[in-house]
């Protein structure tokens, strides 16, 4: 299958070309380095990987590279963790709806005119910002209040582009909605702005780097958003990257949505107090509560029973595991001042 991959040297873009690439499918990408600047990725000089950098809202350069593939996986938005949306709340909101439309435009046509055969969209978790029903279901997001943040609700918009789009062009459609993705490879924004969590800056991305680089920097007691009692589904990169492209290649998944996560919930406390023993052994654990964000989640839950029935996936990689890879990967970002 030939693949284009939107946004592929973001954090999970990164982990989904690799996977495509080691499943035998050639992997066309395109990104413009707007968040963290030019990165290397170990797959840069891979035979089958082709990579433009270039913007995504280019319609005409986005016809281009559509023209010669089966499948479109479309990954690029400006995205982060709970501090970066609530820092850039507008332009969340508009330059993702420029993405996706342009993304669209092109899929559309290419879907006409070309060999594209299918869009695979990769949603959030965050249109469940509203939901009260747990383990929250496939479908839930159509019954639940709207997403509170600008964030969230241009996620919730961007399934609404594939349903728009497939039913007045026939365009075939996959949702994937990934939960809480910690992995290694994501560095401080290049919009970031300096907001202080006690006496460290945060890393203005996801919640296992900020506390992890405060810990790294001797931060004593270690300073967290609210009381901690905030449950998530940390789910490492590479499950979510087979994930992703199960999607993309099963027959069963066209037309359809599906939760990519973890089974296993964790409290932001007790992830903090698992970096704190990893890094600080021996040290009893202190805490201090920060006043949180207005859009801070107080529990996110997936059921993932359809991807299961439907893909035969299972996300199966602990978090203990994910942690002893990212920690060691964090610290040397401290040590090279990246974090």
Avoid at 60 to 69: D, F, R
Wanted: charged residues 20%; contains cysteine.
């Amino acid at each position: 299958m030939k693949v284009l991959v939107t946004g592929s040297a973001g954090f999970i873009g990164g982990y989904l070309v690799d996977e495509l690439l080691n499943h035998g499918h050639d992997v066309w990408g395109i990104d413009n380095f707007s968040k963290y600047g030019p990165v290397q990725k170990s797959y840069d000089r891979h035979p089958r990987y082709h990579f433009v950098e270039g913007d995504a809202k280019n319609v005409p350069l986005m016809k281009e590279l559509a023209s010669g593939v089966d499948q479109i996986i479309a990954g690029a938005a400006m995205i982060g963790g709970i501090s970066y949306f609530h820092e850039m709340a507008y332009d969340l909101l508009a330059e993702n709806e420029r993405i996706f439309a342009a993304t669209f435009d092109a899929a559309i046509w290419a879907h006409k005119n070309r060999t594209l055969k299918k869009i695979t969209v990769i949603s959030s978790s965050m249109v469940f910002e509203s939901a009260t029903v747990f383990p929250t279901p496939e479908g839930e997001q159509l019954r639940c209040p709207p997403p509170l943040s600008t964030y969230g609700f241009q996620k919730l918009a961007t399934e609404f582009y594939c349903k728009g789009a497939h039913e007045q062009y026939g365009l075939p459609y996959t949702i994937v909605r990934p939960f809480n993705c910690v992995g290694i490879g994501e560095g401080r924004a290049l919009v970031d702005k300096e907001i202080f969590s006690g006496n460290v800056k945060l890393a203005m991305s996801h919640v296992v780097p900020d506390l992890a680089q405060k810990v790294i920097k001797g931060q004593d007691p270690l300073h967290i958003l609210g009381a901690g009692n905030q449950v998530r589904h940390y789910t490492y990169g590479g499950d979510l990257a087979r994930g992703i492209r199960l999607a993309a290649e099963l027959p069963s998944a066209e037309n359809n949505d599906f939760n990519l996560s973890t089974q296993q919930s964790t409290t932001v406390l007790e992830l903090a107090e698992m970096i704190w023993r990893r890094l600080r052994p021996g040290v009893p654990f202190r805490h201090a509560s920060d006043t949180p964000f207005q859009y801070d989640v107080q529990k996110r839950v997936p059921d993932v029973s359809k991807a299961k029935r439907v893909l035969g996936y299972e996300a199966t990689t602990t978090l203990a595991t994910v942690l002893d890879e990212v920690i060691p990967w964090i610290q040397e970002q401290v040590r090279l001042g990246k974090l």
